[in-house]
């Protein structure tokens, strides 16, 4: 028992370090500051990794499902092809236990290729289309929908962790494309203040 013990922290610690040295390895191209200024202290806290389109948008639904107070969406932009019926649903859901959920939109990188303009359009048609879909509900939580206009691709469930990578949440991405990655990182402080932060500049 002792040495299985032993075993298994042994792991969490290799895997631990691990998942360090990846985010430090990445932490240049998540356009995200705070992360970034705040990389030792993310580094020394539990971690996570996603790693294909599957597991994004699965943690994705799975965040609307358990989340109790905040839900933030920030992607670069968004499509019919995911905000379809089942998305509905489930944010639907979400908003009836008294959820707030915000989705920012808009993507702009200093030297990035520019997003086509029907893009852009459609981003806004389809989110304006679901806010004001939601707006006729009676429901006790409430969704907002915003311009974002950065690069930053984040996911965000009450205080517990947030998700920085390079996945458009909101965005059509079918299985087999490239490595999709992104980091969870589960420290409470660091959680709370990247989500006051997009909550106030709002």
């Not at 006790?140 to 458009?168: C, M, Q, S």
């Amino acid at each position: 028992v002792v040495f299985c013990l032993n075993y298994h922290y042994m792991w969490l610690e290799r895997r631990k370090e691990a998942l360090g040295k990846g985010l430090q390895a990445d932490i240049e191209s998540l356009d995200n500051q705070l992360l970034k200024g705040k990389l030792e202290k993310a580094v020394q806290t539990r971690l996570g990794i996603l790693q294909t389109p599957e597991e994004h948008r699965r943690t994705l639904k799975d965040t609307l499902k358990s989340a109790s107070e905040t839900v933030i969406i920030l992607s670069g932009w968004a499509t019919n092809y995911t905000l379809d019926g089942k998305f509905r649903a489930l944010l639907g859901r979400c908003l009836k236990r008294g959820v707030m959920v915000y989705i920012g939109y808009g993507y702009q990188k200093r030297g990035a290729k520019l997003i086509k303009q029907e893009v852009e359009d459609e981003t806004r048609d389809t989110l304006e289309d679901l806010q004001e879909w939601c707006s006729k509900k009676k429901w006790e939580g409430r969704l907002e929908v915003f311009l974002f206009p950065n690069h930053a691709k984040i996911l965000i469930k009450d205080n517990e962790y947030a998700i920085h990578g390079n996945f458009n949440w909101l965005s059509k991405l079918g299985p087999g494309l490239d490595e999709e990655r992104s980091w969870i990182v589960y420290n409470k402080d660091l959680v709370t203040e990247e989500r006051d932060k997009i909550i106030l500049g709002l």
